[in-house]
């Protein structure tokens, strides 16, 4: 009797781990659907960093092998082979801070220009196609890239767009030129106070607005922000094939996750989920606050989306504590080296932060600040500690967003806290141009301090902050492997210890990443058993010369085991 029921337990027992594994769908037997062979495979795993083939079933990787033995798991005539002839095979891109919205053709694109009157030229092209009193908007303009280095005004557009509303956004989106037809709409003048939290920037001689607003400023002016469209199917219609390109773009970069969107876009994806068009996975937020209901809310949504699921979840609120360094915006303990008039522009009071932090903290949520300065990281890293003194401490993963200038006293506070530093690697090249300018080269020795947060073991995620800066990873593994602006300067790149090796560089894009959404036990690496995300290049990143890193190209982006991009080339 107690032999038999000894034997029912083991039985029980192995049933309930069968069960179990195919519940989960990991079950690592028979063929595959999909088979990539002959690649260097860099993994990202530490227990298998380098194979040769890799097998995919459904949605997950069931092999991570040699070539000899993937064969086993290609069935002719039901498993689809990629012969990678040697090409670079690593896992997908997940940008970790990324404004992802729909692709609007009518944009006005002034990334890169350095003549200002580039913006009057392309403002007059849109003026020509648009009726009388539709918004133009455009932006992506860096007017330390311009010849002058000065701020644009309104006169460059005035001239071209008496009779529109034009609004050009800077590259960070903390400042905006806009013209005099949106200025007078609203019922903005001289005698107009700066709003606390922003910045009306005045003519020296007159008072006159020159047109530039920055921070909370924007929230002063008054426009219709609704383009005309025919009908409300016409706009629709508009809406879903922007959302589409902006997925097709994302897939030919190899981009298969994105953080962040915000939640007002979650039937778009939830559509294109239910329609099977989906080709990222999406981890959405809300706005970090302090009120109840709208915490309940968003309670609801996560109930909704949980992080359990694959493709679309919920559970972060963000918030904003300071502007940029760019727009001269970013909080510092100190004034500015080019402005010793300000330390630049909280967005709220440090009691109104530590409120609203404790209050999501209570309920659960994971939560990201907007910190760009010295002092307002700082003033950050103080109101996860005081969570978790009130709260209790717990596995929150809390985050910086952008982490970009620190105090040598904080760095080690990320570890000790437990905070991710989500950095984006493409700021450190653009901003280099006018960091010491701003801030001095002292201050400048804490900014895009990757190594060292490494090295005090603090978690960090990679992504783009697109489009601020270009969606390309490869943008962003050639910043952190060179600190060199992109036409590749001479030298060793600006402070160059802070330098990291192209893998460290993929690995925080890849499973830094999805630690920073707690998703590192399903995806970041190229494991048996973890999502079948994984990105082909033409070239291998790993030994190629810094100055080829940009031209490379991906072949082949899978997500979920599925081929959702493929370039037009002969394997």
């Known amino acids: 009797m107690v032999r038999s029921l000894a034997v029912a337990a083991i039985m029980l027992f192995l049933l309930s781990c ?7 769908g990991r079950d690592l037997t028979g063929s595959a659907d999909l088979v990539i062979r002959n690649a260097k495979v860099v993994t990202i795993d530490r227990g298998n960093p380098r194979a040769e083939a890799i097998a995919f079933r459904a949605e997950r990787i069931i092999a991570v092998t040699t070539n000899e033995r993937i064969d086993q798991y290609i069935n002719n005539g039901v498993t689809t082979v990629i012969n990678a002839q040697g090409r670079l095979v690593v896992p997908g891109f997940n940008d970790a801070h990324i404004h992802f919205a729909a692709i609007d053709p009518d944009y006005i694109d002034l990334r890169y220009i350095t003549d200002p009157n580039i913006i009057t030229a392309r403002v007059r092209e849109a003026v020509a196609k648009t009726p009388p009193g539709v918004l ?15 701020w644009p005004t309104k006169a460059l557009i005035d001239s071209v767009a008496p009779d529109n509303p034009v609004v050009l956004s800077r590259a960070d989106g903390h400042s905006v030129l806009v013209n005099s037809y949106v200025i007078k709409r609203s019922g903005i003048t001289r005698e107009t ?3 606390a939290g922003g910045e009306i920037q005045r003519d020296p001689q007159t008072g006159e607005p020159t047109g530039i607003f920055k921070e909370k400023a924007q929230g002063l002016l008054k426009y219709d922000k609704t383009p005309a469209v025919q009908t409300p199917e016409q706009q629709r219609g508009e809406l879903m094939r922007g959302w589409q390109a902006a997925f097709d773009r994302a897939a030919e970069l190899g981009v298969t996750s994105v953080q962040l969107p915000p939640g007002t876009d979650l039937d778009i994806y939830q559509q294109f989920e239910d329609q099977g068009k989906l080709t990222l996975r999406v981890y959405i937020g809300g706005s970090l606050t302090a009120d109840k209901k709208k915490l309940r809310r968003y309670g609801r949504l996560r109930e909704r989306y949980p992080r359990t699921v694959n493709w679309i979840r919920f559970g972060y609120l963000k918030g904003f504590i300071d502007g940029t360094l760019g727009s001269g915006t970013a909080l510092f303990f100190d004034p500015y080296t080019d402005a010793p008039q300000t330390r630049g522009l909280p967005q709220m009071s440090y009691e109104e932060l530590e409120r609203r932090v404790l209050a999501a903290d209570e309920m659960g949520f994971q939560i990201g600040i907007h910190a760009i300065g010295d002092e307002a990281n700082h003033w950050v890293l103080n109101a996860y500690e005081a969570a978790q003194r009130h709260n209790g401490e717990r596995d929150s993963r809390h985050r910086i967003e952008h982490a970009q200038v620190l105090r040598d006293s904080d760095i080690p506070r990320f570890a000790a806290l437990g905070v991710v530093a989500s950095m984006q690697p493409t700021h450190c090249i653009t901003d280099k141009r006018f960091a010491e300018k701003r801030i001095g080269l002292a201050r400048c020795r804490g900014a895009y301090a990757w190594q060292r947060l490494l090295e005090a073991e603090a978690t960090l995620a990679f992504g783009t902050d697109y489009p601020v800066e270009p969606i390309d990873p490869l943008e962003g593994l050639y910043a952190a492997v060179t600190r060199k602006d992109r036409a ?10 802070q330098r990291l090796s192209m893998e460290k560089a993929i690995e925080l894009y890849t499973l830094g990443a999805a630690r920073a959404e707690f998703m590192e036990n399903r995806k970041g690496m190229i494991k048996e058993g973890y999502l079948g995300d994984v990105v082909m290049f033409d070239r291998d990143l790993m030994t190629i010369p810094h100055e080829q890193i940009m031209t490379a190209r991906v072949d082949y982006t899978i997500v979920g085991g599925r081929i959702v991009y493929r370039r037009d080339r002969a394997d």
């Open 193 to 195: 106070p700066d709003p």
């Open 136 to 150: 133009i908007r455009g932006g992506r303009w860096e007017h330390e890239m311009f010849s002058t280095r000065r």
């Open 488 to 497: 590749g300067e001479p030298g060793n790149g600006w402070c160059p210890d």
């Open 18 to 24: 069968w069960s179990g594994t195919a519940a989960s």
